[in-house]
């Protein structure tokens, strides 16, 4: 009946269902084309016309229809990501479906272990042991991934996130969308130590995202967050083909035995000016080293001595700031002499651009400032708070998370107004056009 409404061709559907049931075959494969048989001759017999009728369009090149978790997978494997780990969890269980079916191709592991426990605890051995390494969840896993994100920061081990956001808390709605975990990525664990947060906006984002992320996280030796949502992750998005060319591998300071040899002595913790130190595969000759989650001095043994534990504080801290220069920077859209913004991330990137247009019919000049780097914030969120009377944070959550933490970092709280969302749908233009009406202030923010 459907295809008769939509005048799409019968050998079109056969063809579907060849594909949906080629590998049952058999008896499967034969009922679902007779069935369907069946169903033209009754729409026949009932006189079904299309009542919908469909532009042609010409076939376009370089354009492909991806997701973004298998953006994501893509941009691991493109990134010289070699072992993954996960346990299945919505909206994260296409990345590890993704790798899977692909990263053994390229001489890589993808396994499904016990729990998320174990997940992270098996990517940083991996890492440890020279492979990059990543592990993708959702909000209950993140929660019990939070212990090995802890080991990662004080044993200095590169590690790579993915947290798709979803509805929390607890097991909330796993199937809807949200962006309340900004605060648990950012600040999750007990105790001090370095991380970094990347923020997607489209697939073609999650790609080369991925691949940054690899990038920083062998660079400073740290856990790096690649921060998504569930629209993000599970919607299907039409973007241009990756250019591989883009694609490069940066490792940092890992040394080969031949630096090793002109090294006199070799210290993993060693201080620098950077706080990033020099790091060798264990099994390097000359290039031994000890790792614990104690903590530890220059060599990597347990040290419980004042001035070392504050000295090799500062270091690890170090590496947060020293990683800004590295740290994708945001977009700016809309009208640059504008004096009302918005500042969002994800997902949002969509309903804002539109939001935007239909404020400007009636007579709003507007900006946005795309956000693609979480934590740290970077000075283009001063800049642009600078430039603007009001600035309007859009967020998928109750407490505005973002908007805190902006405000955590540069004050500004006379000209942050914050939009939220939190009912488990993503943003319309409509919800940002009506908030930010009813919220403007009556110069409206001249």
Known sequence: MLCRVLGLADQLAEEAINWRYARRGGDVLQSNLQALKIGFRLADQLGVKPSISFPKTEPKQGLIQITGDEAVGMGFIAGGGRFYAGYPITPASEILEYLQANLPKFNGVALQAEDEISAINMALGASLAGARAMVATSGPGQDLMTEGLGQAGMAEIPLVIVEVQRAGPSTGMPTKHEQS?????????????PRLVVAPADASDCFYLTVDALNLAEKYQLPVFILMDQALGQNTQTVPEFDFSRVNIDRGKLLTQADLNRISVYKRYEFTEDGVSPRTIPGTPDGFFQVTGNE??????????????????????????????DMPRGRVYGDQDARVGFISY???????????????????????????????LLEEVQEFLESVNTAFVVE?????????????EYGYADKIVRINKYDGSVFRPSDIVSQTLSQLPRNGGE
């Open 296 to 325: 530890h001095n220059e060599w990597g043994f347990v040290s419980v001595d004042r001035t070392n534990r504050a000295k090799i504080m500062r270091k690890r801290m170090l590496k947060v700031e020293a990683a800004k220069k």
């Open 181 to 193: 975990d900004v605060n648990h990525v950012v600040f999750a664990g007990h105790g001090d130590f």
């Open 396 to 408: 998928s959550n109750l407490t505005g998370q973002l908007a805190g933490l902006i405000r955590r």
């Open 346 to 376: 994800g997902s949002n990137l969509g309903p804002i651009l539109e939001a935007m247009e239909q404020l400007g019919k009636q007579g709003f000049k507007t900006k946005f400032l795309l956000l693609r780097s979480i934590y740290p």
